[in-house]
């Protein structure tokens, strides 16, 4: 009886101090909206009671391989390593339980940094700290380790990993070229039509003077300096336009990816997808990729959004409906948007079960070095279709259709 006495109030004693530490400040969107709100959670599968330490994910700060304690007393530190922890968790649920993949389940327990401004480095883990810190972005990374030449203390060896950055304000305009600004875009998609229509009129114009002068208003060269009016003053919107991009951009540009929920998702998807998209470096096969099933967990039309104080870069929109060009297959185009619309096609021709099965069979028949969105990615989502389409022949037409609608 004593005994047993002594064991309840043991386990009482743990009891309390678990439930001090099960509940954490998370950030995350509302659903159906993209507005995020702060919620305290339960977080599943810790392993440690003290520590951000679970089955599936340690999360840690900088080089360190030592978890975040629950007592951290920087307390954005402690909210961003509940947050991490938290989309992970869901992001693996969604695999394991919805997409059904089995590298999810079986994938080894990762270790997650925080804060990290080290590049990465192959051979050694971390490049040199003082090589061109790192802000503003996410990246995951494959298991390695250094080779047994680097000396002893040098040493190291590593499993997967997903790195977050903090975040630091930088001037947009130091970001280098973003392309012309949306009012370019469309003021430049009216300029070919406005040629063509200037030089109808031009043409017409000539005819009547020769075959129905009576008919003529104006004399020739009034109504020709008329069109060429037209004409010079789109040139010059255009020209003026250019200069307007402050109009469409922020002054400071700042991403702390550790608190934008669905890049906790995309990261995740990059080490799903990496039997068989390694992840070398961004192109925007392997992005689109990674993009797709971030937007499919995040049930809302556009992904990334803003989140206060924390990012204001601009979401990718799963419906963009621009056309296809040869420029979207630069890898300096790797964060765009396009990639996403296009496999969002496929779910939409598919449906969103068959869609998601064959967008993640897809990888296996591609590779992140050499696929391109028109070669690579088409050839890989029909084959997939083969393989996991309900009626191939019929499925495979209609995306036949839904390539041809983008401009392939
Ligand atoms: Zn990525």
């Given at each position: 009886m004593k005994y047993y006495l002594i064991l309840s109030a043991a386990s009482l004693l743990s009891f309390s101090a678990m439930a001090a530490n099960d509940s954490f400040r998370v950030l995350m969107r509302q659903p159906h909206s993209y507005k995020t709100f702060y919620s305290n959670v339960k977080l599943s599968h810790l392993e440690s009671d003290s520590s951000?330490?679970?089955?599936?994910?340690?999360?840690?700060?900088?080089?360190?391989?030592?978890?975040?304690?629950?007592?951290?007393?920087?307390?954005?530190?402690?909210t961003k390593a509940a947050t991490v922890y938290y989309h992970l968790s869901e992001a693996r649920n969604f695999w394991v339980n919805q997409i059904?993949?089995?590298?999810?389940?079986?994938?080894?327990?990762?270790?997650?940094?925080?804060?990290?401004?080290?590049?990465?480095?192959?051979?050694?883990?971390?490049a040199h700290d003082n090589k061109t810190p790192q802000y503003n972005n996410a990246l995951s990374i494959p298991a390695g380790e250094t080779p047994s030449w680097v000396p002893a203390d040098k040493?190291?060896?590593?499993?997967?990993?997903?790195?977050?950055?903090?975040?630091?304000?930088?001037?947009?305009?130091?970001?280098?070229?973003?392309?012309?600004?949306?009012l370019t875009t469309s003021l430049m998609a009216m300029e070919r039509?406005?040629?063509?229509?200037?030089?109808?009129?031009?043409?017409?114009?000539?005819?009547?003077?020769?075959?129905?002068?009576?008919?003529?208003?104006?004399?020739?060269?009034e109504d020709i300096i008329r069109y060429a009016g037209t004409y010079a003053l789109m040139k010059l919107f255009i020209h003026g336009s250019r200069y307007t991009d402050n109009l469409f951009l922020d002054k400071y540009f700042y991403l702390d990816t550790a608190m934008v929920p669905e890049i906790a998702s995309h990261e995740y998807a990059h080490l799903i997808l990496s039997d068989h998209l390694e992840m070398s470096h961004s192109?925007?096969?392997?992005?689109?990729?990674?993009?797709?099933?971030?937007?499919?967990?995040?049930?809302?039309?556009?992904?990334?959004?803003?989140?206060?104080?924390?990012?204001?870069?601009?979401?990718k929109d799963t419906q963009e409906k621009r056309l296809y060009s040869h420029w979207d297959e630069s890898n300096r185009y790797a964060t765009s948007d396009f990639t996403l619309s296009v496999l969002w096609d496929v779910r939409e021709t598919l449906g969103e079960e068959i869609g998601d099965r064959v967008v993640y069979q897809a990888r296996k028949y591609l590779k992140t070095s050499t696929s391109t969105i028109s070669h690579g990615l088409l050839s890989a989502i029909l084959r997939a279709c083969d393989e996991v389409c309900e009626v191939p022949r019929r499925d495979k037409i209609k995306l036949y259709g839904t390539f041809g609608r983008k401009g392939f």
């Amino acid at each position: 009886m004593k005994y047993y006495l002594i064991l309840s109030a043991a386990s009482l004693l743990s009891f309390s101090a678990m439930a001090a530490n099960d509940s954490f400040r998370v950030l995350m969107r509302q659903p159906h909206s993209y507005k995020t709100f702060y919620s305290n959670v339960k977080l599943s599968h810790l392993e440690s009671d003290s520590s951000f330490d679970g089955s599936y994910f340690k999360i840690v700060k900088g080089k360190s391989n030592e978890a975040i304690s629950f007592d951290e007393e920087d307390e954005g530190i402690r909210t961003k390593a509940a947050t991490v922890y938290y989309h992970l968790s869901e992001a693996r649920n969604f695999w394991v339980n919805q997409i059904k993949s089995e590298r999810a389940e079986s994938l080894p327990k990762l270790t997650i940094r925080l804060e990290i401004t080290n590049q990465f480095n192959e051979l050694g883990h971390y490049a040199h700290d003082n090589k061109t810190p790192q802000y503003n972005n996410a990246l995951s990374i494959p298991a390695g380790e250094t080779p047994s030449w680097v000396p002893a203390d040098k040493q190291d060896k590593w499993g997967k990993e997903i790195w977050f950055r903090p975040k630091k304000k930088v001037l947009t305009k130091d970001l280098g070229p973003m392309g012309p600004n949306p009012l370019t875009t469309s003021l430049m998609a009216m300029e070919r039509p406005l040629i063509n229509y200037v030089e109808n009129q031009i043409n017409h114009r000539i005819m009547r003077e020769f075959f129905f002068p009576a008919y003529t208003n104006r004399p020739l060269h009034e109504d020709i300096i008329r069109y060429a009016g037209t004409y010079a003053l789109m040139k010059l919107f255009i020209h003026g336009s250019r200069y307007t991009d402050n109009l469409f951009l922020d002054k400071y540009f700042y991403l702390d990816t550790a608190m934008v929920p669905e890049i906790a998702s995309h990261e995740y998807a990059h080490l799903i997808l990496s039997d068989h998209l390694e992840m070398s470096h961004s192109t925007p096969v392997n992005e689109g990729m990674a993009d797709y099933f971030a937007a499919v967990q995040s049930k809302k039309r556009k992904v990334y959004g803003k989140v206060a104080g924390f990012s204001n870069s601009a979401p990718k929109d799963t419906q963009e409906k621009r056309l296809y060009s040869h420029w979207d297959e630069s890898n300096r185009y790797a964060t765009s948007d396009f990639t996403l619309s296009v496999l969002w096609d496929v779910r939409e021709t598919l449906g969103e079960e068959i869609g998601d099965r064959v967008v993640y069979q897809a990888r296996k028949y591609l590779k992140t070095s050499t696929s391109t969105i028109s070669h690579g990615l088409l050839s890989a989502i029909l084959r997939a279709c083969d393989e996991v389409c309900e009626v191939p022949r019929r499925d495979k037409i209609k995306l036949y259709g839904t390539f041809g609608r983008k401009g392939f």
